[in-house]
């Protein structure tokens, strides 16, 4: 199947009249999603954190970035691009500046210093506040808020995910039914309990069901839901303000906790060691503990052997992807949550083509939802088949041998034959090796292979090729540039 | 670019950018630095996007040329050659070549083209202070600012004007100084009196200006742009954003008068001070100044549960009011003591729970560092 953005003049009024109800946020938001496609991850990381629509006018976009290197580097390399992400979100759009705004503008209380001065002494001091003099402060304004009482028994749960609004289905069977009994039997039954599964399945909708149940049956019981990079920072900021140890003890007081994502404990040795020494203090003490990640322990890498072990000790339940029958029989619930009518064809058309990811299902049958909306029809089949097009395409989409390239040819305006002839003038090698390049990394095609096809090359040639493009994408802006917009043309994910 | 300069300028120069280089940032460029040929002169760059910092030297110039070389490898061949020796500088490509006497590297580069662009200072409202004035004001008053990022105001360094000159404060909340600088000023600093927002320049740009400052007469360029400021000291230029935040209104807390003063000998004191730290090390960081009307010593006394105590007896000059007890952070009264000059210590106060002030002749009304007692 093989479907086409066709940009009739009533999408083109949708993306008109959704640019004009786009706040300056949300209008930054999707430029940056457009430009985030052409640039490493590092660069896109480097120089548009902190960055925002500061204001927008008569075509002139003032952008708000961080620090002066920003500024520079945006208004001078990266000018092009925004302006190019912008333009097509509001063709108004003409010309763009940037405006130094440090990320910490956060409004200050008018206190005044007498009340936020504090008295000198060390972090560990509890003695009760006394009103004279600098302060009246004192516990409040301690450095670690990680740490401080308040703060990390906040559970961090959305009431939002419950039990009841869980669709259990044959895919996540088993971790339901653990959480469940684990909810009924806090710290006995399967202590820890590690639950697995791709992105978007309902791992953290499992686990803050759990939270939320075991806070609305025993609100006497400390849970803490935390990330493993939230967990990470939390335990840096407290080595620097050194106050680890309240970090530890505050943790040794919880009755469950909670640990989404702990992939990415992987590689962070120090972390691992303390979240190692809480997790034995809390098992010791019959506290449960439920650990969530994207892979089995033993396929994350870098973790400690200590760790790993004491992951398998418990219970290891998966989520796996939900049938065409589950993604259906999601659909409906989220259709009838929403209060929407949708006919069983177009739910059928959705649930086949989105398979992966529960997340996604929701984005798709939210967009079916909206353009029938801006439309003001029914839903029907052929709407929600052109409400998903674009979308579709994208991930229906499989590159073949001759697309590529076709593509690199027209890209760089040499014929195929050209490519495929012996000769090693610079204009025809080089879109020769991006070919190379995108064969081997998009279809995987083995070297000799793409030897072959280029004439009967030797496999050597083919490996010397990739590993240029490869190493040159790393350190030239202008190859990463042209395998950007390549793949662009050939709608892969433009990595 | 090929070109030639002497080992002890190209060396001076990337220490001066040694410590600006980035860590382990996401972008890879910035652990390098730039070379670059500007007017017959070498210029290099490093930057971790807080702060960058460009100097220039000296260099025969044969080919232009713009070259980005990691940080590392470049400074650790430097500091390794001997003193008085030229150093060839050839590039090939990405590659760039150093050559010195019987020593020959080959290092890997990147395109000098991604490297950030430093800003430069624009038409922003400047003044040149002496750098031995700047010098002493960084170190009479950095070492008192905040380390806890959750008050990012606290974290830098206010520059203000004040009675015809430039003055420096910091606070972490717990204790302040203030530093009114004395020294020959060109331009009108006056204008920091009224900004709109108070200069707040981060901690960690003035132990950078403090490292490349001389202790001499030179004079250093301060150029203030909206959240920017540049430093420009000979050839050398540090530029660095500035902290957006209100700076706490701190002079409704320094105490107008005292209603005791003493005064005691600088070494004694810190002795006593370094003994008492290692003690309430152990408990919660607490030492006790006792003051009895009836003696003439201060008694210094921290103790620590199932580790011991320690008891310290320093006579001063000076009449007591009152019999009195109060309770410190020891480091705090340490650090401030270690920042003035002078043999004789002046420590000001009212009551216990009220701040104390620290002073001395030498330094007389230009340095204020005051200590917020804790309340028991």
Redesign the interface.
Known sequence: MHYKVSMDTKTHDIIRFTCQIMTNEELWKAALGQIELSLS???F??WFKNTSILSRDSGRVVVGV????????LE??YNLYIIKALKSLDPEIQDIKC????N??RK?P?E???K???????A??T?PP?P????RKRIT?K???ATQNGEIFRSNLNNRYTFENFIVAENNELARAACFAVSQNLGHLYNPLFIYGGVGLGKTHLLQALGNEIVSKYPEKKVKYITSERFTSELV?SI??QTVDQFKAAYEHIDLLIIDDVQFLSGREKTQNEFFHIFNALYQLNKQIIISSDRTPKAIPTLEERLRSRFEGGMIADISRPSLETRVAILETKAQERGMPIDPASIHFIAEHVKDNVRELEGALARVFAYSEFQKIPITLPLAQKALSDMLVQTKKSVKLDDIVKTVSDFYGIPVEEMIKKGRKKEVAHPRQIAMYLLRTELDASFSTIGDFFGGRDHTTVLHAVEKVTKNR????RIREEVASIREKLQLPVV | MKLSCTQENLKAALSSLERVVGKQGTLPILSNILLETEKGRLRLSATNLEIGVITSIGAKINVEGRITVPAKLLINFIQNLALDQVVEINQSGTQVILQSGNYTVKINGLDGKDFPIIPEKGNGRSFSIESKVLHLGIQKTLFSVSLNESRPELTGVLMGFREGGVFLTTTDSFRLSEWQMRGRVEGDASFLENTQSPVIIPAYTLQEVVKVISQGNDLVQVVLEENQVFFEIGNTKIVSRLINGRFPEYQAIIPKQYSTTITLPKNEFQRALKIATSFSLYSSGEVVFRLNTEENHLEIHSQSQGIGEQVAKIPFDGVLSETMQIVFNPRYILEGVGALSGEQIIMSFNSPATPVRLSSTEDGEEYIYIVMPIRK
């Open positions: 991850k590092a660069n990381i480097t961080p620090n002066g290197f920003a500024k520079e580097w001078n390399k405006s130094i705004t440090p910490n503008s200050f008018p005044s210093f007498t936020s001065m504090d008295g000198a002494r060390p560990t001091n003695a006394t004279s003099g600098f302060s304004e450095p670690v808020s900021d620097k303000s790393e350190s030239t802006l």
